[in-house]
């Protein structure tokens, strides 16, 4: 398939997609997003691919939100347009998404790598959130999932001053990203990585992610529950008697995706 600002290929059972609107710096327009939730529904129902892989320029992830196509925009049409409403759509994508961070990382498209469920940062990435510097706030997570990782303290920071930004080795040490690679190796990684888990039992790999997003949403005690229901549900799998089998029969699994 072929789409105008991003591109989407797949390598092995990793699907790949690659924003690439580059004289923007890959700001985030309506149209991007538009074909991003296509590619990502399209690896979501592809049952060849396991996990996803999402990034961007060695320069940028994502500069933001385009700010030239927003600026004119008015309050009660934003509200009846739902304006940003198909940003949310990614979270409903129910396989793996490794986000691959080089560059800038900021507004829109921190918030966009924090919807991800991994973050890989290259050595040259910044995080931030700089929208109090144009007269508003961060509209897609950044003043919610930024507080979860990084705690309040550091959240209010960047997004009060909006020229706090955080540099791959803090944003790792904060808990941010997970892992920081040399820039020019970081989406290799990221693939590896997402090969890893996409030659895993794939059932069990999308109710871990459903589990793990579930501590956002529920009390603990819920949370708890919710993993155990599906943890009681996973032995009714060809994949947990495999799994388990082998190890008893000291070889290695061959998981069929059921
Ligand atoms: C539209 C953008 C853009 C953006 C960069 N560009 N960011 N266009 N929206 N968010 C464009 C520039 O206008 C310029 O176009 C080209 O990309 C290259 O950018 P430069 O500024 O020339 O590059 P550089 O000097 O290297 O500076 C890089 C930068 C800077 C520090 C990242 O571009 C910058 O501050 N960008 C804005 C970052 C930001 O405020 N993001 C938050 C957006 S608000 P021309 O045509 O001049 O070459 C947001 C709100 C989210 O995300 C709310 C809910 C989602």
């Known amino acids: 398939s ?26 985030l327009c ?9 590619a990502l529904e399209n690896y979501d129902n592809d049952p060849n691919v396991g996990c996803i892989v999402l990034t961007g320029s060695e320069k940028a992830f994502a500069a933001g939100a385009d700010i030239k196509e927003m600026k004119d925009k008015e309050g009660i049409e934003n509200y009846k347009n739902n304006f940003l409403g198909h940003w949310t759509h990614i979270t409903n994508i129910r ?5 691959a961070v080089n560059g800038f990382a900021l507004g829109g498209g921190c918030e966009l790598a924090m919807m991800c469920d991994i973050i890989y940062a290259g050595d040259k990435a910044t995080f931030g959130q ?12 950044g003043t919610q999932r930024l507080t ?29 990203v997970s892992k920081v690679v ?13 090969d890893k888990i996409a030659n895993l ?23 708890l529950r919710f993993e155990r229901r599906l943890f009681h ?13 082998a190890f008893a029969e000291k070889r290695k699994p061959s998981f069929v995706h059921h």
């Open 30 to 38: 309506n149209d991007l997003f538009v074909e991003l939730n296509q």
């Open 182 to 194: 040399p820039a020019g190796e970081l989406v290799d990684e990221a693939i590896k990585t997402a």
């Open 201 to 223: 039992s794939q059932p069990m790999v999308q109710m871990i992610k459903e589990a793990v997003n579930q501590s956002y949403e529920m009390p603990l005690s819920a949370g």
């Open 233 to 245: 549900a996973t032995f009714a799998s060809q994949d947990q008697k495999e799994g388990m089998r």
């Open 130 to 141: 700089p929208e109090i510097k144009l007269g508003t706030i961060p509209g897609a997570g």
């Open 95 to 99: 396989k793996p998404i490794i986000a």
């Open 148 to 176: 979860k990782a990084v705690g309040k303290s550091k959240a209010m920071e960047m997004c009060l001053t909006g020229s706090v930004n955080l540099n791959a080795e803090e944003a790792e040490r904060l808990g941010l």
């Open 2 to 27: 072929s789409y105008t600002h991003i591109l989407a290929e797949t390598r092995g059972k990793v699907g790949l997609v690659t924003l690439n609107r580059p004289k923007a710096l890959n700001a």
